[in-house]
Nanobody
Framework: QLQLVESGGGLVQPGGSLRLSCAASGFTLDYYAIGWFRQAPGKEREGVSCISRSGSTNTADSVKGRFTISRDNAENTVYLQMNSLKPEDTGVYYC??????????????????WGQGTQVTVSS
C-alpha cells in the first residue's frame, strides 16, 4: 500500500527554520514527482514546491529563496527545508506524489497520493 508520512512540523518563532520530511513506503520515489502543498485556516490549499524525477524543482513565489525541496532516493524520502519562516507560512503541510517519469513537476493539484499532513505554526 502506497503511503506518505510527513514529520518535522512544529511551533517556531518568526525567522526560524524547520525541516519537513516525507517518507514513502509501498513504492519507490524514483519514478515519482513529489511535492509539498499547504493549507492555512480559511484559505485555499496552495502548492509550495515540487521536485521531478530528474531533480528539477518548481517553487511558489511566496517561498522562493526561503524554502528548498530535495530528495534522497536511497532513503526514499523528500525534504522541505524552510528558512526565514513568517507567520503567513503557518498551516498544515502535505506531501504529495504522482508517478511521472519525464518532464517537470507542477504546483497544480493533480497529485493522486497525499500524506496525512504535519502542522507548522510560526508565531512569537
Amino acid at each position: 500500500q502506497l503511503q506518505l508520512v510527513e514529520s518535522g512540523g512544529g511551533l517556531v518563532q518568526p525567522g526560524g527554520s524547520l525541516r519537513l520530511s516525507c517518507a514513502a513506503s509501498g513504492f519507490t520515489l524514483d519514478y515519482y514527482a513529489i511535492g509539498w502543498f499547504r493549507q492555512a485556516p480559511g484559505k485555499e490549499r496552495e502548492g509550495v514546491s515540487c521536485i521531478s524525477r530528474s531533480g528539477s524543482t518548481n517553487t511558489a513565489d511566496s517561498v522562493k529563496g526561503r524554502f528548498t525541496i530535495s530528495r534522497d532516493n536511497a532513503e526514499n524520502t523528500v525534504y522541505l527545508q524552510m528558512n526565514s519562516l513568517k507567520p503567513e507560512d503557518t498551516g498544515v503541510y502535505y506531501c504529495v506524489a504522482k508517478r511521472k517519469l519525464f518532464g517537470v513537476c507542477v504546483l497544480r493539484d493533480e497529485y493522486p497520493y497525499w500524506g496525512q499532513g504535519t502542522q507548522v505554526t510560526v508565531s512569537s
